[in-house]
């Protein structure tokens, strides 16, 4: 029972529930072999009810919700999804399958939808490398039931030719970027534009979600922090104007330390003179 | 007679002893007492290094609609406009700064005003060090409003005035002398207890090494606004 987990998973977009409830993998795991997992809700009209090795994880999980990332023990998960209110003793999932989630990773598992159309579910694991200073990550990712896509920011192909359930990552200069996905290889926008804050020190991730086909196509984000670094240097300097202004107090610096010197030599210069004497 | 048997001695023991002392001086200060020199040991900077760092070591995550209007959305921080350190005459108007292409922070050119790093906390943030920056001199030799940092003392009011609130003040708790490519990691901490980080450059003066060798930094603490 070590590895039994408190999950508490809160739904943002619908209202705030919270729950708790513990969940085992399957396979034992290490008491330090710990992963975050946050898990996305991208099928249309479907309102689901998500079970994680048998125990409810997400109840009324409604379309376009994400959880935070909830820290559970690395494992396999075997992963069902139900239409909110069946009974998983005898009906059959929507979709359902078995994730391995890697010790350490912080992973996103989405349901979403094929390129056909079809509920299936797909892990995700997040880049949460350091950036440099200055950076942003962008990653976007084609769950949606659509051909494969552009994604433009400022009118710029940023990524080309995605499709689901695949991404594609870039690490951007901090900043806000007008985005908008089009029909790959054509000016067709599909989703957008709509603005990106894409925060120095971030993982921004982009679903592209929904259906084209039933047009409700929808962009949604999921940011994760503390990837930022320092600086490498404050060049605070010009042309040494202030070291001069300041020689005054540098050469007293400098004379203290030619004294030193000079004492120290006259000592050996002394004992010398005695050795000989 | 016996000083001058070896009159050749003396110029390379001199020169061995002042190599010496000027080794010592490098290694115990970086060439401080060359320039401003360090005050404060203990500095609110290092015991927010100290701290115990945030409940959650993993990254948390906000997530919105992209483009949603009145998603939810983090404080923004309140841009520093000005920064006055009234007992050494330092007033600056202070621009947002970022990151320079070598990855640098990038400081303002105009030596009279100082650049806020905008990645770090703002002044009057609940936490982490809020760094303001700006050239010592220009590089046609006039002098920079930070120059001052070499004046300031302990106790300093130093105030810091923003777009939409409050002024924010704090008070000089120490200064430190720091090579220029070994800056504390605390500087531009994002946790732990909010403090006021001052830099500029600070001799000796390399001209063929990059020119200053040295940067002083000046920390501030909150002072309770009443």
């Known amino acids: 029972m070590r590895n039994m987990r408190t999950l508490v998973a809160t739904m943002a977009a619908a209202g705030t529930c919270s729950l708790a409830l513990t969940v085992a993998p399957q396979a034992a795991a290490a008491e330090d072999d710990m992963a975050w997992v946050s898990v996305f809700h991208g099928v249309p009209g479907l309102t689901v009810d998500v079970y994680a090795n048998g125990d409810e994880l997400l109840p009324d999980f409604e379309p376009g919700t994400l959880t935070d990332p ?7 998960y075997d992963i069902k999804v139900f239409a909110a209110g069946d009974d998983p003793d005898s009906d059959d999932p929507a979709i359902e399958k078995k994730i391995d989630v890697p010790a350490g990773a912080n992973a996103t598992v989405a349901a979403h939808l094929d390129a056909e159309g079809q509920p299936q579910l797909t892990a995700f694991v997040n880049d949460v490398s350091d950036l440099d200073a200055g950076k942003s990550r962008l990653t976007v990712r084609h769950v949606a039931a659509a051909p494969a896509v552009d994604v433009r920011a400022g009118g710029q192909p940023v990524f080309e030719g995605l499709t689901n359930p695949n991404e594609d990552t870039a690490e951007v200069d ?23 804050d894409l925060k120095e020190g971030t993982t921004n991730i982009v ?16 940011t994760l922090d503390g990837m ?20 005054t107090d540098a050469w007293l610096a400098w004379s203290a330390a030619g004294a030193i010197a000079l004492a120290g030599g006259v000592l050996v210069l002394r004992r010398r003179a005695g050795q000989q004497g | 007679m016996t000083r001058t048997t070896h009159p050749r001695r003396l110029p390379a023991v001199l020169l061995l002893a002042l190599a010496l002392a000027v080794l010592l001086n490098v290694a115990a200060g970086g060439g401080g007492s060359a320039g401003p020199e360090e005050f404060g040991g203990s500095t609110a900077a290092r015991a927010a290094a100290e701290a115990p760092p945030p409940a959650a070591t993993s990254p948390k995550a906000e997530s919105d609609t992209a483009g949603a209007p009145g998603a939810p959305e983090a404080a923004r921080p309140d841009p ?3 920064l006055r350190i009234d007992r050494v005459g330092l007033d600056a108007p202070v621009v947002p700064t970022g990151v320079d292409e070598d990855g ?44 001052a940092l070499y004046e300031v003392r302990a106790g300093d009011e130093v105030t810091v005035e923003r777009r939409h609130g409050t002024p924010a003040r704090f008070e000089v708790s120490a200064r430190r002398v720091v090579p220029k490519d070994d800056l504390p990691k605390e500087t531009f901490a994002r946790a732990g207890p909010h403090v006021l980080t001052l830099i500029t450059c600070a001799p000796p003066y390399d001209p063929g090494r990059g020119g200053y060798q040295n940067n002083v930094i000046v920390t501030a603490v909150p002072v309770s606004r009443d």
């Not at chain 2, 009057?124 to 006039?142: I, K, M, P, Q, W």
Request: net charge negative.
């Open chain 2, 80 to 82: 520093p406009e000005r």
């Open chain 1, 174 to 196: 901090a900043g806000t970027v007008s985005a908008d996905v089009v029909l790959a290889g054509t000016d067709d926008v599909a989703i957008g534009p709509a603005d990106l």
């Open chain 1, 207 to 222: 679903y592209a979600w929904g259906s084209a086909e039933d047009e409700n196509l929808a962009l949604k984000v999921q």
């Open chain 2, 104 to 147: 640098a922070a990038e400081v303002p050119d105009d030596p009279a005003r100082a650049g806020w790093y905008r990645f770090g906390p703002a002044p009057g943030a609940e936490r982490g060090s809020a760094v303001l920056l700006g050239h010592v001199d220009s590089r046609t030799g006039e002098l920079g409003a930070l120059v």
């Open chain 1, 70 to 76: 909830q820290e559970m023990a690395a494992g396999s």
């Open chain 1, 228 to 247: 930022h670094s320092d600086p490498a240097s404050v060049p605070a300097g010009g042309n040494g104007a202030a070291a001069g202004a300041n020689s």
